[in-house]
């Protein structure tokens, strides 16, 4: 089963993501915070991420960029979860290496094939 990482600072929205990934098979991982998510990331193979953009101590971007300069990271598909799913957050967000963005309030009718979709493409 693949390993998913959620790392989000509100607690409904990690529970509501959680949950949901549950009800689809996955026994996510979870951090409140960007320090959180690298230590899970050293300890763990994670093949997606569930990225909110805004974090406390450390940014979404900050974190995104330490994903993707570390070699032992950067192939991980991570996919911002936020708020500001507005044309140009959503192209911000891609520039800086994120696979995907879901905007918040999560749509749950799709939100498993959304991730269902991001877990089986495979990137050339």
Do not use: W
């Amino acid at each position: 089963m693949p390993e998913i990482l959620i790392v989000e600072d509100n607690l409904l929205n990690l529970i509501v993501e959680a949950d949901l990934l549950k009800s689809f098979g996955h026994e996510p991982k979870k951090a409140k915070n960007g320090f959180e998510a690298l230590k899970i990331l050293n300890e763990v193979k994670i093949d997606l991420i569930l990225l909110d953009m805004e974090l406390p101590k450390m940014h979404g971007l900050e974190l995104l960029q330490e994903i993707k300069l570390n070699p032992e990271t950067r192939s991980i598909k991570v996919v911002a979860v936020t708020g500001y799913s507005d044309p140009e957050s959503k192209e911000k967000y891609l520039k800086a290496g994120c696979y995907a963005v879901l905007a918040k309030p999560i749509n749950f009718g799709e939100f498993g094939s959304q991730i269902e979709d991001f877990l089986t493409i495979v990137d050339s």
